[in-house]
């Protein structure tokens, strides 16, 4: 009775210690050092567990193919080509032979890098112009990316991987003077592929056109075209369109690409007329307003009078000599003749009297002289004429 009693014990002693055992392989830890991801079939694997001696790891559940190694706490494992997700089998061993029940963990295979990749920075036209700052929006553009790296140079140094949380970012462009500025960008999934390096350019412009100038007709200060067209002289350095009017304000005007010339008509009516003309680069950089005036006068001179010996009807200066009076509003030159064609006759400053003008032929009578002024613009007056009798007495 003793013995069956003792060996009853024992049993249960045995059981229990292979009860302790197997919940103590069961209980064994499994690590896949990549995490839930891996971008290769060949993963390192990391057990934790007690008292094990022998294990085995299979991608079938049934272990077929498979066999007792060796425990060791690291070793590698070879995953079944192509992607997904895989599970991977495990069963322990301990010195007395005692079996973990099968334990499984699962991995996805991930070996292509997120596709559809891009970065866009977020302009209304390719150039920047902000003064005051760098600071751009950014779109990114990708699928099947978990990180991104974005950096102002293709090598990405001092830039960290970041979570993407959102397609659209905001970024400080690269520093300095004006010119093309890069923006790089790739990406990476949760299993750690990395896509090729995708990039966009912008031009940073900041600065406005410069050196700008306006003439008139070459600089004259004075027109006379009846039709009131002048020309216009334009320089700009960097300017790539213009604008111009003859308000300050440009009221109907249009941008114009940047020309040197260009013919202009101006408001009818005499007077001082001034034009303005701003300039523009391709970035949309305006130069201040810069201006030039002429004077349009297209009107002849007016009051126009002409007396010989203040008005005498008759003269007997025995040489023909007499004094002639002249005058014309605005006036700055005056062409003097003994004929209406004023042959061999030239243009003379104004000036009110002239002595001693002689009067043509050689015979006694009826004598006339004739007229005609010119002011700074140009317009001549229409002649006029003033007449004399000659009476000598022989």
Not at 7 to 14: D, L, P, Q, R, W
Not at 305 to 328: C, P, R
Not at 347 to 370: C, F, M, R
């Amino acid at each position: 009775m003793m013995r069956i009693l003792l060996i009853s014990v024992i049993s249960i002693f045995i059981f229990s210690t292979q009860l302790i055992a197997q919940d103590s392989l069961d209980r064994t830890r499994i690590i896949f050092k990549s995490g839930k991801f891996s971008n290769s079939t060949h993963i390192e694997v990391e057990i934790h567990g007690v008292g094990i001696t022998e294990m085995m790891a299979s991608g079938s559940k049934s272990f077929e193919g498979a066999r007792w190694i060796k425990f060791s706490k690291l070793f590698s494992y070879h995953l079944s080509d192509g992607d997904g997700l895989k599970e991977v089998y495990f069963k322990f061993k301990d010195v007395d032979g005692n079996e973990s029940k099968v334990l499984m963990k699962k991995i996805t295979l991930d070996t292509t890098p997120p596709t559809d990749i891009s970065v866009k920075i977020d302009v209304p036209t390719k150039y920047f112009t902000d003064p005051n700052s760098l600071k751009v929006g950014v779109i990114l553009g990708h699928k099947g990316a978990k990180y991104f790296q974005i950096s102002n140079t293709s090598a990405f140094h001092g830039n960290k991987w970041r979570l993407i949380q959102d397609e659209f970012i905001e970024w400080d462009l690269a520093p300095g003077d004006d010119g093309v500025r890069k923006v790089y960008a790739r990406y990476r999934d949760q299993a750690g592929n990395i896509t090729s390096v995708v990039t966009d350019e912008i031009i940073v412009d900041r600065t406005a056109p410069f050196g700008g100038k306006i003439s008139i007709n070459n600089g004259e200060k004075v027109s006379n075209r009846q039709d009131f067209n002048v020309d216009l002289t334009f320089f700009c350095r960097q300017a790539d369109s213009m604008l111009v009017a003859q308000s300050s304000n440009f009221e109907g005007a249009a941008w114009e690409p940047y020309n040197t010339k260009k013919s202009f008509k101006l408001s009818e009516g005499d007077g001082i007329k001034q034009i303005f003309v701003k300039y523009k680069d391709l970035a949309g950089n305006q130069t201040q307003t810069y201006s030039s005036s002429i004077t349009m006068d297209t009107s002849a001179p007016q009051n126009i009078t002409l007396s010989i010996d203040q008005g005498a009807e008759s003269t007997t200066n025995i040489n023909k000599l007499v004094t002639l009076e002249l005058n014309g509003d605005d006036a700055a030159m005056m062409m003097v003749s003994n004929n209406s064609s004023f042959q061999g006759a030239h243009w003379q400053q104004v000036q009110p009297k002239i002595t001693n003008w002689k009067l043509s032929g050689e015979a006694d009578g009826k004598k006339h002289v004739y007229v005609k002024f010119k002011d700074d613009a140009g317009n001549i007056s229409r002649p006029i004429r003033a007449s004399i009798e000659l009476k000598r007495g022989f």
